[in-house]
């Protein structure tokens, strides 16, 4: 099984800051890595798929990069919305598997 | 715009079957994959399965010896059993459009569905 690590695990940060989320996994996925954020109470929220492609609907201060063994989620700018948490999913194999998540918090 | 919401009890004694349907709206159930995840309280999600329309079915190793889902189209609706509950299934439980496309991301979910195993 391919297991997800990401970091850090928690994150503080401003209004405006830009942030940045790692995500590994213990084997090349090659691009099948996607992100989603999770706010308190919901369901998890598609953001990115296949990597860097930004789903339907998602501002475009998020973005995301990388392939292979280790992946980025950047926000640019960050709005009062965006704090919660995030994953990252790797649908390369079956199964398939999340990361622990990544809060992120006003500071 | 594709809706989903989960039913079912949320209590189950150890060592029961949980049963666990997902209605599907906005959009058929045909021609798509349709997975059931969960995720322990303050962990992160863990996939539990998909089932085809066409009726195939793909389970998590970790728990295929104790799970089943199935699909009604008739309904426009799927299930998840699970067998011998215990205390580390408690979890909300979540159904999920996807794998879809080429990516194989989950793009639409229910609300989730609390199920805590006790006596």
């Known amino acids: 099984d391919i297991q997800m690590t990401q970091s850090p695990s928690s994150l503080s940060a401003s209004v405006g800051d830009r942030v940045t989320i790692t995500c590994r996994a213990s084997?090349?996925?090659?691009?099948?890595l996607n992100w989603y954020q999770q706010e308190p109470g919901k369901a998890p929220n598609l953001l990115i798929y296949?990597?860097?492609s930004l789903q339907s609907g998602v501002p475009s201060r998020f973005s995301g990069s990388g392939s292979g063994t280790d992946f980025t989620l950047t926000i640019s700018s960050l709005q009062p919305e965006d704090f919660a948490t995030y994953y990252c999913?790797?649908?390369?194999?079956?199964?398939?598997?999340f990361g622990q998540g990544t809060k992120l918090e006003i500071k | 715009q594709v809706q989903l919401q989960e039913s079912g009890p949320g209590l189950v004694k150890p060592s029961e079957t949980l049963s666990l349907s997902c209605s599907v709206s906005?959009?058929?159930?045909?021609?798509?994959?349709w997975s059931w995840i969960r995720q322990p309280p303050g962990k992160g999600p863990e996939w539990i399965g998909y089932?085809?329309?066409?009726?195939?079915?793909n389970y998590n190793p970790s728990l295929k010896s104790r799970v089943t889902i199935s699909l009604d189209a008739s309904k426009n609706q799927f299930s998840l059993k699970l067998t011998s509950m215990t205390a580390a299934d408690t979890a909300v439980y979540y159904c999920?459009?996807?794998?879809?496309?080429?990516?194989?991301?989950?793009?639409?979910w229910g609300q989730g569905t609390l199920v805590t195993v006790s006596s």
């Open positions: 999920a459009r996807g794998p879809y496309s080429g990516s194989n991301y989950f793009d639409f």
């Open positions: 906005g959009g058929s159930i045909s021609s798509y994959y």
């Open positions: 089932i085809y329309y066409g009726g195939s079915t």
């Open positions: 084997q090349s996925i090659s691009s099948y």
């Open positions: 296949a990597a860097s």
């Open positions: 999913q790797q649908s390369y194999s079956t199964p398939y598997s």
